[in-house]
């Protein structure tokens, strides 16, 4: 990969800029936003043929697979780094930057107050906006962090001077954004000079306030391809963790406090050191606004997930190592919803009498296939028989403990 000047290819290269992914919750590797409805991820080969060759059943519970890009390390005349995408034919335009976009110019801003030091500090200012980067703010990046933090929306004004909302976020996808640059800057030669990312759907493009919890399914976390190190660290996490008493753990999680207008953020630090009784407060309080347990999702969450557990129990050969499950909603609850605009999705039925604001909206999607393994799958050396009894037992669990919270409300 190699850093390309703006001097040498002014505005007249075709690309897209590709920008941080706002609302990444958990893992370590950059998610990057492509368009309004697309994500992309470095190119895992594993990962491109699970996508390629997807069983129908899964699919509802999988992000969309857009096919692939090449992707190029950036350079502009003021020294900002970023990621640009060859287009999909049907976007190309002369490449340039958006003054307009939020991640962008957070983006841009961190790069110009840290000059390259990759202060976790200026992450944690930047987290308000990138106008007001004063604004002190705890962001749980490392691990002796504090585990709750409140990522505070970007505002603007409207005509009247009144504040308007514009854009919000969790911090933790420019951190891991932060890091997959400093990565492909320092480690690829002069003469690779490009890389394949995979393009998803993005899952929360039509959440106007995403509220998202990532869950490490599973009781193994390691691939089959892993060396003995690995695999005994990845042990390890899941032995002090509640990957083996549930087969889940939290990996991170945003949810929208409706009474004090911003998120609250959680990282994979701190849902490695939950006990299970924490682990089932950190559900409820995933479910919570601030104000109330948004009661009326139990249902469709619940709803969903035995779906998906019926599918998963009819998968035989697969093992989904590593992989991830999302649950998201909306946070922002509307005063009304026309059917017109459900998604398909969404549950058909009304709300608990406690908030009549029409219907719940859920999403419930399994992503990270990188170290899935199934049989027909290239070049595996293993092959199972059978469902994956560890996410089976992950899934049980966490379906049992929704149930309790939602009995228990």
Request: charged share 20%; proline share 5%; hydrophobic share 30%.
């Amino acid at each position: 990969m190699v850093v390309q000047n703006s001097t040498d290819s002014k505005d007249t290269r075709v690309g897209v800029q590709l920008e941080p992914f706002l609302h990444q919750v958990g893992g370590h590797m950059s998610v990057m936003k492509y368009d309004e409805h697309t994500i992309c991820k470095p190119l895992v080969s594993r990962e491109q043929r699970f996508y390629e060759s997807l069983p129908l059943a899964m699919k509802r519970f999988t992000p969309q697979y857009k096919g692939t890009v090449t992707v190029h390390l950036w350079k502009d005349s003021q020294g900002h780094l970023s990621l640009v995408a060859n287009p999909l034919k049907e976007n190309q335009e002369p490449f340039k930057v958006s003054t307009e976009s939020a991640a962008v110019a957070i983006w841009q801003t961190l790069q110009q107050t840290t000059s390259g030091s990759g202060s976790t500090c200026v992450l944690a200012q930047l987290a308000c906006s990138p106008k007001e980067s004063h604004s002190p703010m705890k962001v749980p990046l490392r691990p002796q962090s504090h585990p709750n933090t409140q990522v505070s929306l970007l505002v603007d004004e409207d005509v009247n001077g009144n504040q308007v909302e514009k854009k919000s976020f969790n911090p933790w996808g420019l951190h891991c954004h932060q890091a997959h640059l400093t990565r492909l800057s320092s480690e690829f030669p002069e003469n690779k000079r490009h890389r394949r990312f995979l393009l998803l759907e993005n899952v929360v493009s039509q959440y106007t306030h995403p509220c998202v919890l990532d869950l490490k399914m599973g009781t193994r976390q390691h691939g089959d391809d892993a060396s003995e190190e690995k695999k005994a660290r990845h042990m390890k996490k899941c032995a002090q963790s509640t990957s083996a008493r549930l087969g889940v753990r939290i990996c991170g999680m945003q949810v929208y406090q409706t009474d004090k207008k911003h998120f609250l953020c959680k990282d994979k630090y701190y849902g490695r050191k939950l006990s299970v009784e924490g682990f089932r407060q950190a559900l409820y309080q995933f479910l919570h606004d601030g104000t109330r347990l948004r009661v009326e999702l139990l249902g469709p969450i619940l709803s969903q997930l035995q779906a998906l557990l019926s599918v998963i129990r009819s998968q035989s050969s697969y093992r989904f190592y590593s992989s991830s499950l999302l649950i998201i909603y909306e946070g922002q609850e509307p005063s009304e919803r026309t059917s017109g605009s459900l998604h398909p999705q969404e549950a058909p039925q009304v709300t608990h009498s406690s908030s009549p604001r029409g219907l719940a909206k859920v999403d419930i999607r399994m992503i990270d296939f990188a170290h899935t393994t199934y049989k027909g799958s290239w070049n595996e050396h293993t092959t199972y028989d059978g469902p994956d009894s560890g996410y089976i037992f992950g899934l049980e669990n966490l379906i049992r403990i929704l149930q309790d919270i939602h009995e228990g409300q």
